[in-house]
């Protein structure tokens, strides 16, 4: 018999120590799930030491009061993160908010993270006094569409898009919107 208790299994907000964990986790998602010209993008001139800098400032000396960064713990082990904040789309309400990031650590997929994390992020939202949320996905990322769509998230006609440098490759994302209050 094991007398060893399973971790425990939550969301809160994150602490300033753990943008060390944060950074690291969101190159690692990034390398599961973009290509490699994506990659290039994301991370031309982007060192890890700059991207805890960054997380370490969203943490402690966010924009604005409703800019928050939450983690997803297995234990005490940062296994997700997502950063919410209000829209900063064009044709944004004031009752907006947005998913800004959101990430779950490719080996820790598939335990329920991600929904804990997205459950937190809606309830995040909702108390800063939002009551519809968005998130611009990439048009390529099945996987996260169905999950999201199977939450109640539909997309409501904007895309945008990106393109490097040189030309030779665009991103283009769609933005999901859901109803989180009346």
């Given amino acids: 018999m094991n007398d060893n208790p399973p971790p425990l ?16 986790l969101q190159r690692r998602a990034w390398v599961q799930e973009w290509s490699a010209d994506e990659q290039g993008l994301l991370l031309a001139g982007t060192d890890l030491a ?11 000396q966010p924009p604005e009061a409703r800019c928050r960064v939450l ?20 044709d944004a309400e004031p009752t907006d908010g947005m998913v800004a990031e959101f990430a ?5 997929r598939g335990n329920g993270h991600g ?8 309830d995040t939202l909702r108390s800063d006094g939002f009551r519809t949320a968005t998130w611009w996905i990439r048009t390529t990322d099945d996987p996260l569409r169905a999950f999201l769509e199977s939450a109640g998230w539909r997309p409501d006609g904007a895309t945008q898009r990106f393109t490097s ?3 030779s490759f665009t991103i283009r994302q769609v933005r999901l919107r ?3 209050a009346d």
Avoid: K, Y
């Fill in 9 to 24: 299994l939550h969301v809160r907000t994150a602490w300033p120590a753990e943008a060390a964990a944060i950074a690291p």
């Fill in 50 to 60: 700059s991207m805890v800098d960054a997380w370490h400032g969203a943490i402690v």
């Fill in 71 to 90: 983690v997803a713990l297995e234990g005490e082990r940062v296994v997700g993160f997502a950063a919410t904040a209000p829209s900063d789309d064009e």
């Fill in 104 to 108: 779950v650590d490719p080996p820790a």
């Fill in 115 to 122: 929904s804990r994390l997205m459950n937190a992020l809606i």
């Fill in 165 to 167: 440098d040189d030309g």
């Fill in 178 to 180: 859901v109803r989180i």
